[in-house]
């Protein structure tokens, strides 16, 4: 009987192994693995940082494996995290107008590739400002700023948009070293901003880089820039910075920074910070008057009057736009109200920038804090011109009341004061030679001169 049950098993055995397809794989009934992406697409801000794609792995198999790999050279410290269930990356900052494009990470899983596609934005400027030519200003720094491998130049550019003055920019940037250094363009290349400035070549000294820009219909303070390049070529340069408020600016200029004049002499122009008594009776001051013919407007007369302080800096402009020409070496008299429009009867305010000089109706005077002198560009008020003994000619005694009231406060301020004095002769640039006269304004322009930055002497 014992020996009739062992045959029957290995019958029974023989029968099974005979119904067994020996191409059978033991894990064919184990569910399929299923890999999933977030999201097959990353924007990486324009800071960069680091970025995560989140995945899932539904009936994760026993033996799959997981990998990504990317050939994309601004995507760094590429990883994958299963327990955690997500992909990281990391992007420097993209200090390019344009966007980067392009990049993939290649996810493996299963025998199966899945694409990331990688994008990361270029700078979305605060500010985007192009210089003309002649807005743009250039200052040795001095012995102080300079070693024998180079020296640093002050870039004082204005910025505009369109026909409106957006601010002003300063950059300091140091330049090869050269026998002619006080006749050189700023050399081709790259310039990096430096922190520390070490003053060297091809770096943007720290200490003398700043901005000052409309903010909210005001012109801000000066505000000190924190990072930023400048990309300089032989057509002119575009700078790309930040402030410490993280504020980014544009700066394109087509002219290359020139330097021909040896000084080091600089000071501070800003915004007048209250209400100025102009100070006629606090120092010695004489006026001094130019005339232009119809330089604001066909038909009408414009003075120049300047009031300069005997120390040779604290000075006022006015230009006046009378109905008729004075008799020779006279002021017009009358009163006269500030006013945009270029119509006689007014005095012009605002103005922009013609030759690299200031121009327009403005109130300047000395406030040595730091080196600072502080202006206004007027807007509404008077000026009232009268003399008691018109007949003595340039001997005359004029005087010139005003009241004026600062362009780039709400309100402004007030800018006041009386003058009484001679007036020192009127130069007739209508007689000079076309080629000598001034350059004709436009007819009520419109194009507002208001930055707080460095003017250079």
């Known amino acids: 009987m014992k020996k009739f049950f062992a045959i029957a098993a290995m019958v029974f055995a023989v029968a099974m192994t005979a119904c067994t397809d020996p191409n059978e794989n033991p894990y064919d009934s184990a569910p399929t693995p299923v890999f999933t992406l977030s999201t097959s697409s990353v924007e990486v801000p324009q800071a960069g940082g680091e970025m995560a794609v989140p995945f899932t792995i539904e009936n994760p198999g026993e033996w799959a494996q997981l990998r990504a790999t ?26 390019s107008d344009d966007p980067l494009t392009g990049g993939v990470i290649t996810v493996a899983y299963d025998f199966k590739e899945y694409n990331i596609s990688v994008t990361q934005l270029g700078i979305a400027y605060d500010y985007k400002w192009t210089v003309p030519a002649e807005a743009m200003q250039t200052q040795k720094l001095g012995a102080a700023n300079e070693n024998t491998t180079g020296f640093a130049v002050q ?30 363009d700023a050399a081709a290349g790259t310039y990096q901003f430096d922190a520390k400035n070490t003053l060297a070549v091809g770096s943007i000294i720290n200490a003398y880089s700043f901005v000052s820009t409309d903010v909210a219909g005001q012109f801000a303070t000066t505000v000190k820039f924190e990072s930023g390049t400048v990309t300089m070529t032989k057509e002119g340069f575009v700078a790309r910075m930040f402030d410490v408020n993280g504020k980014s600016y544009r700066i394109e200029c087509d002219a290359v920074p020139h330097v021909d004049t040896p000084t080091d002499y600089f000071y501070k122009i800003n915004l007048i910070t209250g209400d100025v008594d102009l100070g006629f009776d606090q120092q010695p001051f004489y006026l001094m008057a130019d005339y232009y013919g119809d330089y604001y407007a066909e038909g009408t007369h414009n003075y120049t009057l300047t ?27 009358g009163e006269f109200t500030i006013s945009s429009n270029a119509e006689a009867g007014n005095v012009a305010y605002n103005g922009g920038i013609e030759g690299g000089y200031l121009v327009g109706s403005m109130i300047e005077y000395p ?36 009241e004026a009231y600062d362009d780039h406060h ?5 800018m006041s004061g009386t003058y009484e004095g001679w007036q020192y002769g009127i130069t007739d640039y209508t007689e000079e030679a076309p080629a000598a006269a001034p350059a004709k304004k436009v007819a009520n322009n419109k194009v507002e001169f208001a930055y707080n930055a460095t003017y250079l002497r």
């Open 70 to 95: 990317t050939t994309t050279k601004w995507i760094k410290n590429l990883a994958w995290d299963e327990e955690n269930g997500k992909i990281t990356f990391t992007a420097d900052a993209n200090n």
């Open 410 to 414: 709400a309100p402004g301020y007030k």
């Open 307 to 333: 009031f300069l302080g005997m120390d040779g800096y604290s000075k006022y402009t006015i230009d006046l736009i009378a109905t008729e020409k004075a008799e020779a070496d006279m002021l017009p008299l």
């Open 155 to 184: 870039v004082v550019t204005y910025g505009y948009n369109g026909e409106t003055m957006e601010g002003a920019a300063s950059l300091a940037l140091v330049i090869p070293y050269s026998p002619s250094a006080y006749c050189v």
């Open 367 to 402: 406030d040595w804090d730091g080196g600072v002198i502080r202006y206004g560009f007027m807007k509404n008020g008077k000026i009232k011109i009268s003399t008691e003994n018109p007949e003595d000619g340039i001997d005359a005694i004029y005087k010139v009341e005003i």
